[in-house]
């Protein structure tokens, strides 16, 4: 087996990092449990009435910036069918389950999951049926924006984790 000799250049820029003692880790702990303290958790339930409002806003955006009704109608489909199926996901994974094996959380997440893709495609097949003259484009830009609520909720949510650079 060969040995490889350490990069004098690496070593020397390992050798800034300065552990933190015994103190500052406490001050660090007692820091950030206060911090969780005053900040409440982010609630599923919150997060898709965001999403069922951008929903309506972008449904109102289309219908105002088209002139056209079914602009609208579309979008508020788009957004439909990413909001009742992440509903109804919700509320099955959510429910409490007390002592019950682990395999089966765990299939049932992957159940509801499937449920809530069919969910989805059922909405989105439907669609066109409930709306004459469906706009594509507005209903994809609905679906869109609802599904971006996610990431604009880690963004903003002042609970979450973000990377600090130093």
Known sequence: MKTIAPDEATEAEESDFEPLTAQQAQEWREHRRGAREHQAPLSVWRLLAGQAMVGMLVALLAWGLTGRAVAGWSAACGALAVVLPAALFARAVLRPKAGVDPRAVLLGFVGWEL????????????????????????????????????????WVWPGVRKTVSV
């Open 115 to 154: 449920a809530k893709i069919m969910l989805t495609l059922a909405l989105l097949a439907a669609a066109a049926q409930w709306v004459p003259g469906l706009s594509w484009v507005a209903l994809l830009v609905g679906m869109a924006s609802a599904m971006k609520m996610y990431w604009v909720a880690l």
